[in-house]
């Protein structure tokens, strides 16, 4: 009963709501049409207003036409929409049942506490207060549902008034208006639902990715993970393990030697495989498949050292049986060392050799193993026995700096067209050094060094073989006349050169000197004095410039015959008076050239003799003098100096 009354109270407020809303629409469509007419009164007035007008009917009855036209086609578009609004009000209608329902509910369980108050006196005034604010509130709901309810059945019969309006025949200006207000209201439903529609697609797919992502990473690595620097991700703990497996299967080690060679050791040789200790499925379970999107911008690694294990004993013997480790391709290392060059000591380089340290290779080894590495280089790693001293090293580079101070010197003595040259062949015998590197230097090879040249170019009061005029050789003896080196200055000099490390040419010391090294000592202008044959010939530049017979010292008196040997020029004198105070045989001779160069022996002319030559110094001969016609007295002295040398011998 309650249900039918119900009903009847909707219909008659929805008959209600609909003549209102038939009154609201007829009042508006009035008020429209007296806009109409009052826009044509206000537009006549003229003739040619009138003429105007008749051309607006007769465009308005094409106009209407053209509606009647379109009048038909809006038609069918409303008896589509009535079938969208009888299902609407369907739907309505099932969910006002609904909430009968609802209320019918409620009025059980009011009546059900109800009789709980009856039951339980006391406690009634307090439920009954309670129970009359809540049925205040569920009317005061009830009362918004119908409201809304009846909003909405009102704005249904405003659709189905202005449809009838639109079948009717009205004036052009409310066909403008019914045409503009219906087409905007449309699009903005259907731009609204469709927004609503694609927001909700957009929610649900991602959501569906979310849930999709949670389900697949329930048993797989997420992305950018890592194990032991492989990637697994997107993989399984069974597919890592198989992985790991075969990927230790395939190990092998290429060792990089020195040579450009290389060297492999597989894992079979050493007895290297996976042993799995859970370690996979304790990373797979540190990850929640339900944080899988933080993996699109995270990484994950993970390292476990007991994932491999090998058989020592295989590695050692098959580090020994490499062919690095052969003794047959072994070059020992050497270390730098000092070596003479030419003139100098010099660094050899060492010598790297290619001799492996055991200990450090299978020590390089077992890190590769167990850090999961397939190549090395054994020299990067310092596997190979390393030389004790390099080129480089600081002390032996003191060292050669030391030596070479001294053996760096170089002195060319010059004797004429002779050199003699003193250089680091002959000083690194004179310096020694020690193992922390110092150094000593002999000055005693600087004394014998001084005295070799001595014995070597020394020619005073020595022998000298002499080529005589006529192109035969002679030995003359005698004389005061050649070089001598000064030895105790020259070696003082000399040590203080080494000992700079000097290069220069120098002459030595000389305590004696000639006038020239060529020549038996005697240079281009010297006098030769043929005892044997009395005669002389006196060279400048080589050249005979005078040539005479003489008369030399008598071979029978004792004592006066003329010595041999070679001199030089005392002086020269014009005149002089020749004395001799003894005993016997003194006397006091002028002369108008004297030119003395053997103690009192000398050249000078002999005015009293009428001949020269030949054997007459055997029988008169002089006190020892060279007796010279004055001419050639005159000649010499005129061409003659001091330090002239002179030379005499017998054949």
């Known amino acids: ?78 008896l589509d929409k009535e079938e969208i609004q009888d299902q609407e009000e369907i739907q309505d209608k099932e969910e006002i049942q609904d909430k009968e329902e609802f209320q019918d509910k409620e009025e059980i369980q009011d009546k059900e506490e109800t009789q709980d108050k009856h039951e339980n006196p006391d406690e009634q005034e307090p439920q009954e207060a309670d129970n009359k604010q809540i049925d205040q509130d569920q009317q005061e709901k009830n009362e918004e549902k119908k ?69 697949y990473f329930q048993d797989k690595f997420f992305f950018n993970t890592k194990v032991n620097g492989m990637d697994v991700s997107k993989q399984t703990v069974e597919m890592v393990d198989n992985t790991i497996a075969d990927n230790i299967h395939k190990y092998t080690i290429t060792l990089l030697e020195r040579g450009k060679k290389k060297e492999k050791i597989t894992a079979d040789q050493i007895g290297y495989h996976y042993v799995s200790g859970g370690e996979v499925q304790s990373f797979k379970d540190q990850q929640n498949p339900y944080t899988w999107p933080k993996a699109l911008w995270e990484n994950y690694r993970y390292k476990f050292e007991s994932s491999t294990t090998y058989d020592k004993k295989k590695l050692s013997k098959t580090l020994q049986a490499l062919d690095c480790m052969n003794e047959k391709n072994v070059v020992a290392p050497k270390d730098a060392f000092l070596k003479f060059g030419e003139t100098t000591y010099e660094i050899e380089p060492e010598v790297e050799g290619n001799t492996v340290d055991y200990e450090k290779l299978a020590a390089l080894v077992k890190d590769l193993i167990e850090h999961g590495e397939k190549k090395v280089s054994l020299e990067k790693n310092d596997c190979y026995v390393q030389p004790a001293v390099r080129q480089d090293n600081e002390p032996l580079n003191q060292l050669i700096n030391n030596l070479n101070q001294y053996c760096r010197t170089s002195i060319t003595y010059v004797f004429g067209e002779k050199r003699e040259v003193l250089d680091g062949k002959t000083i690194k015998d004179w310096v020694t050094y020690d193992e922390a590197g110092t150094v000593t230097f002999d000055e005693e090879q600087v004394r014998n060094y001084v005295n070799m040249l001595a014995d070597r170019y020394d020619t005073y009061d020595r022998p000298r073989e002499f080529k005589t005029n006529d192109g035969s050789m002679v030995t003359v003896k005698g004389g005061s006349y050649g070089w001598m080196v000064d030895q105790e200055q020259e070696i003082v000099d000399l040590t203080k050169l080494i000992q700079l490390g000097a290069v220069q040419e120098r002459t030595p010391a000389f305590a004696q000197t000639a006038v020239s090294f060529e020549n038996s000592d005697l240079g281009q202008d010297y006098i030769e004095i ?82 020269f030559g030949g054997n007459i110094y055997q029988y008169n001969g002089s006190h020892g003098c060279i007796n010279l016609p004055t001419d050639a007295a005159r000649q010499i002295y005129e061409q003659i100096y001091k330090g002239f040398p002179i030379i005499c011998y017998y054949r």
């Open 147 to 215: 409201e809304n309810q009846v909003a909405e059945h009102k704005d249904q019969e405003k659709g189905q008034q202005t449809e009838q309006q639109i079948n009717q025949p009205v004036n052009d200006s409310q066909n403008e208006d019914i045409s503009d207000t219906l087409p905007t209201k449309k699009k903005s439903r259907i731009w609204k639902k469709i927004l609503i529609g694609f927001g909700c697609f957009v929610v649900l797919c991602i959501f569906g990715v979310y849930i999709g992502g949670a389900v």
């Open 530 to 611: 043929d005892l044997t044959r009395q005669h002389l010939w006196m060279y400048i530049g080589g050249q005979v410039a005078v040539s005479s017979d003489f008369v030399s010292g008598s071979m029978v008196k004792a004592g006066c015959a003329t010595p041999g040997g070679t001199y030089t020029l005392y002086y020269k004198k014009s005149p002089d008076v020749l004395r001799s105070d003894k005993p016997g045989d003194s006397y006091a001779t002028p002369v108008t050239y004297w030119m003395p160069f053997n103690g009192g022996i000398g050249l000078h002319d002999a005015n009293w003799r009428g001949s």
């Open 1 to 78: 009963m309650k249900e039918e009354k119900r009903e009847e109270l909707e219909k008659e407020k929805i008959t209600e709501v609909g003549k209102e809303i038939n009154n609201n629409v007829n009042e508006e469509s009035k008020d429209k049409t007296l806009d109409i007419q009052d826009r044509n009164d206000d537009l006549g007035g003229g003739e040619e207003q009138k003429k105007q007008g008749t051309q607006k009917t007769e465009v308005s009855q094409d106009n209407k036409v053209s509606q009647d036209k379109g009048n038909s086609q809006d038609k069918e578009e409303i």
